[in-house]
């Protein structure tokens, strides 16, 4: 190989700095996701999820917004067809930092989606901006259609409202913006007691709310840092798994949902790994995991956090890299060897997660559809 073709190489992308260009083909693709933290904060106080008890107290050691714009301008170099994923806390408690991030996504031709709480989306002008200045794909988190259990695992009364409200006012909006073209979707958490009703779910959220797809994502240990005990996963995590896959299945049929015969099983095979694991309370802390692995974010994810800090998922238990200069996000990603093959034996609880999970929950996007209204039996 000559000098001029390596320059090329190297040039375009194809191969990482201080990286041998005969061994290309063995190195990663570029990512598909970069998931970029805006802060660690939130206006709710869910049972799942500790991070209602920060205060971003630290913010004066978070990346500016400068240095954010040369993240991402460095992704879409990486990956032209990439998508950006705005996270948090609530995203949305930070309105400059939100917005800033798909202007900027539009402008280089990346996609960018968010999941919100639904909090901030509470006039007509909010849902507006969100359509003109705002994620192409927007989710709103809801544990359920029956507002009393919403409300008590969200922590908040009213949060159902408001949850359901924000749908509502986004759907409005793109029917008055609808060159823009925007995904609306709820992102429903599944567990113990919502799993048996997920038939009224499903059809709450695509016959009544109106938005394109529910999104299900199903219960992992605690978000964040809880203590020793993981109460809320320790109480809810028991199910039956057959029965789950079912209903799945049931609901598959009838929404013609086009779900990935392979995303059920594992969804099965997860949750017969928790009704087996003997430390279970612990959460994050237990000993053992899933029996099998059923995770590859180290083939498409790079997470950035508000320090500016490089992982390949969203665990502290493998290497990153801190972001100082540009450049330092390509480096970080392909020569990550040593941290994939590390990551290709971990059977943590998050293999799960909507984010992370190997397999795809549909086998090709949704077409618009008539929906069946019609009674269904998940028992």
Not at 7 to 17: D, E, T
Not at 299 to 313: F, K, P, Q, S, T
Request: net charge positive; hydrophobic share 35%.
């Amino acid at each position: 190989m000559t000098a001029q073709s390596t320059s090329l190489l190297r040039r375009f992308g194809w191969v990482a700095p201080g990286h041998d260009p005969l061994k290309v083909i063995n190195t990663p693709d570029p990512p598909s996701f970069m998931f970029l933290q805006v802060n660690k904060r939130c206006n709710l106080r869910c049972q799942h999820c500790d991070f209602w008890t920060r205060n971003d107290s630290d913010k004066a050691n978070y990346i500016p917004w400068t240095r954010k714009a040369e993240i991402i301008q460095e992704f879409a170099e990486m990956s032209p067809d990439g998508v950006v994923v705005i996270c948090g806390g609530e995203s949305m408690l930070d309105l400059e930092d939100y917005f800033n991030i798909p202007v900027e996504c539009t402008r280089l031709g990346l996609r960018c989606m968010s999941v919100i709480n639904g909090t901030r989306v509470k006039t007509r002008e909010m849902a507006d901006r969100m359509m003109l200045e705002g994620p192409d794909e927007i989710s709103v988190s809801l544990n359920s259609h029956v507002e009393g259990l919403h409300d008590r695992t969200r922590g908040i009364p009213g949060a159902f409202k408001m949850a359901v409200g924000a749908v509502r006012l986004l759907v409005e909006a793109r029917k008055r913006h609808p060159q823009r073209n925007k995904k609306i979707y709820v992102m429903g958490l599944i567990f113990d007691e919502n799993y048996r009703d997920l038939d009224n779910f499903y059809d709450f959220v695509l016959n009544d709310l109106k938005a394109d797809k529910l999104k299900v994502n199903f219960l992992q240990p605690s978000f964040g840092e809880p203590d020793p005990v993981d109460v809320f996963f320790k109480e809810h995590h028991a199910l039956d798994p057959d029965l789950l896959v079912k209903i799945l299945q049931q609901c598959d049929a009838k929404f013609r949902l086009n779900l990935n015969p392979v995303f059920i099983h594992q969804v099965g095979t997860y949750f017969r790994s928790l009704n087996n694991i003997p430390d279970v309370d612990r959460g994050w802390a237990s000993k053992t995991g899933t029996r099998d692995h059923i995770c590859n974010t180290y083939e498409r994810n790079i997470m950035v956090d508000h320090y500016g800090m490089a992982r390949l998922c969203f665990s502290n238990n493998f290497g990153g890299t801190k972001l100082a200069a540009y450049g330092q996000l390509r480096e970080f990603w392909y020569s990550a060897h040593e941290i994939r093959s590390r990551m290709k034996t971990c059977n943590a609880f998050c293999g799960i997660s909507h984010s992370v999970r190997r397999e795809t929950s549909t086998l090709f996007p949704n077409r618009p559809k008539r929906r069946y209204k019609t009674s269904l039996s998940a028992t």
